[in-house]
């Protein structure tokens, strides 16, 4: 079982930053695959970028592609988003997920992660 906590949400001007952590508890965090999602206002969670479970293999939906980045630190179990040049709309909720690697590709849809966190709300004003 893992729990996961994001921070690092907040209000910010189009073209600024944000940088979100996720930090989890539990054993297997080094072993799972963990992903950002998002949720604006009246639409569907979407992916927005994943890394496998060494850091090696990463991929991004291509709205945020060359924007943000994403990153591991397994010695402190935390997974984070660098937000660069950021959007009004790139606002929503951020979620942390994650999922045990397999043997499989990387995941990019909601149902296949089986730990989320509470989200962070990500503000971006034009």
Known sequence: QVQ????????????????????????????????????????????????????????????????FTISRDNAKSTVYLQMNSLKPEDTAVYYCAGVRSGLGPLRFRPHEYEYWGQGTQVTVSS
């Not at 189009?14 to 952590?21: E, I, N, Y």
């Not at 293999?57 to 060359?66: A, L």
């Open 4 to 67: 996961l906590v994001e921070s690092g949400g907040g209000l910010v001007q189009a073209g600024g930053s944000l940088r979100l952590s996720c930090a989890a508890s539990g054993r297997t965090f080094s072993r799972c695959d963990m992903g950002w999602f998002r949720q604006a206002p009246g639409k569907e969670r979407e992916f927005v970028a994943v890394i496998n479970w060494s850091g090696r293999s990463t991929y991004y939906t291509d709205s945020v592609k060359g924007r």
